[in-house]
């Protein structure tokens, strides 16, 4: 079974831009989440989207925005990008329910 | 709040076993996870334990928790050089909330040959 696919591996943006992260989750799996992952703040949720609705939010500005399609891969999106938002993005999926999330090899945004 | 310690780093010899501690604040927790991160990967689950067990064993990973003192532990025995990575502690936040983890810092463990 394939895993999580994250695209693209890497990116490059400029301040102000804005930017798409796509993820296709694990065959069957229906909860997709994404992570924010930088050095100084560590690992941090941002939303999980479940049957096409997000089912929960982290704590971060309305820039940041996601969807799920019927076939369950999702996308994220950063607007007006700033140079805080340089970091690795981890989409991660599951079964839903008690099962355990399995995450992607992330893309890593770098802002200049 | 939720939160997750982790102690950041640990070094170990080659065939030595390594324990790697965590504590959390939220006793609503459902699951606890242990994810191992090597550099420039994403997070690879290698084990999870329900908050209504003491203890899981899966091969060389041995994963204890204390409920009531909110500490878990992942052991590893003989730990190998490509056991080097960065582990990850993280709860669950209660049912209905399986998409949202709260993370540790991260404990990078180093083993020498």
């Known amino acids: 079974k394939a895993g999580v696919t994250q695209t693209p591996r890497y990116l490059i943006k400029t301040r102000g831009q804005q930017v798409t992260l796509s993820c296709s989750p694990i065959?069957?799996?229906?909860?997709v989440s994404w992570y924010q992952q930088t050095p100084g703040q560590g690992l941090q949720f941002l939303f999980e989207y479940f049957s096409e609705t997000q089912r929960n939010k982290g704590n971060f500005p309305g820039r940041f925005s996601g969807r799920q399609f019927s076939n369950s891969r999702s996308e994220m999106n950063v607007s007006t990008l700033e140079l805080g938002d340089s970091a690795l993005y981890l989409c991660?999926?599951?079964?839903?329910?008690?099962?355990?999330?399995?995450f992607g090899n992330g893309t890593r945004l770098t802002v200049t | 709040g939720e939160d997750v310690e982790q102690s950041l780093f640990l070094s170990v010899r080659e065939g030595d076993s390594s324990v790697i501690n965590c504590t959390y604040t939220?006793?609503?927790?459902?699951?606890l996870y242990w994810y191992k991160q090597e550099p420039g990967a994403g997070l690879q689950l290698l084990t999870y334990i329900f908050s209504n067990m003491d203890m899981k064993q899966d091969q060389r990973l041995t994963v204890l928790l204390n409920k009531k003192d909110k500490h878990l532990s992942l052991r590893i025995a003989d730990t190998q050089t490509g056991d080097s990575a960065i582990y990850f502690c993280a709860e669950s936040t209660g049912s209905g909330n399986t998409g949202k983890l709260i993370f540790g810092q991260g404990t990078t463990l180093q083993v020498k040959p």
């Open positions: 065959s069957g799996h229906r909860s």
């Open positions: 939220d006793s609503s927790s459902t699951y």
């Open positions: 991660a999926s599951s079964l839903g329910g008690d099962s355990p999330l399995h």
